[in-house]
């Protein structure tokens, strides 16, 4: 038994350092902004706050970070692309803050599968996906109160930036209770769309939201979707032909419910370059 109690002690002293010196040796060089899930969020977060030329900027999920990659779309078209599940909060953080760096635009490209406007910040993504690279002080005065009052509803919410549960991949096993009344808009996506309609006013910008390709199966899930919701909040402008403009393929053509196959992108980013972006 004292052999036992001796060598969990030594265990421990050996352990503890490591489990802390590692975490932070990898925030302080922001080693893990590479190699955690999502770190295509970190790379647009740095792209944001880069001073550039481009008068075209691009906003989107996963899908249209297939079309327009984050990592190689940076001189006429910059693309700020990551993924869903920084909800239209976090889009409008990314906008915000290549704008504050004093960048000077003519248009926004937002390219979003129909259902990436569902988002709410209430799925099992959230906490990782953007918790841990938005909540911190720089972005709080941007949150509205409907984003608090979903991040209070996630747990252990406030031990996100933790170092341990930073640099890891680890996230609650979250399952919201809450009731949607919406097909279409989230209420977030609806609060930070007409922000970024606000900030389009304020800096004499478009805004133009485009569809990516979808499932053919999908057709009739995305006719069910309630286009009021648009009109009800004056959004008519930007989503004006989004629904005409989805290009319904084969089930064929996609890896799972909504991205393409890679053999398919590069004639599908040509597609949208010369017919939906002039």
Known sequence: MKKFILSSILFLLIACPAITII?????LTDSYKHTVAGNEIYY?????????????????????????????YNDSLN?????????????FILLNNYLNAGNKIDTVFLIFTPFSFQSNLNDVFT??????????????????????????????AGFCRFPNILTS????????????????????????????????????????????????SRKAEVERM????????NLEP???????????????NFVDDVHLKREIIAYYTSYYKENLMK
């Open 23 to 27: 975490p932070t040796f990898l925030i």
């Open 44 to 72: 647009s977060i740095f792209k944001s706050k880069q001073k550039k030329k481009t008068k075209k900027i691009i906003i989107g999920d996963s899908v249209g970070r297939q079309l327009f990659s984050n990592t190689t």
């Open 79 to 91: 693309s700020l692309a990551c993924n869903r599940g920084i909800s239209m909060a976090g889009h």
């Open 127 to 156: 906490y990782h996906y953007f918790l841990k690279p938005f909540y911190i002080k720089e972005y709080k005065p941007l949150f509205t109160k409907l984003v608090t009052e979903q991040i209070d509803k996630i747990p252990y």
């Open 169 to 216: 991949n680890w996230a609650p096993d979250f399952k919201s209770t809450d009731k949607t009344d919406y097909t279409f808009l989230s209420p977030i996506s609806v609060e930070y769309l007409i922000k970024i309609k606000e900030l389009s006013m304020k800096h004499h910008f478009k805004v133009i939201i485009l569809p990516t390709p979808t499932r053919i």
């Open 226 to 233: 309630m286009k009021n919701e648009i009109t009800k909040n």
């Open 238 to 252: 930007e989503f004006k032909n989004y629904f005409e403009n989805i290009i319904y393929l084969n089930d064929n």
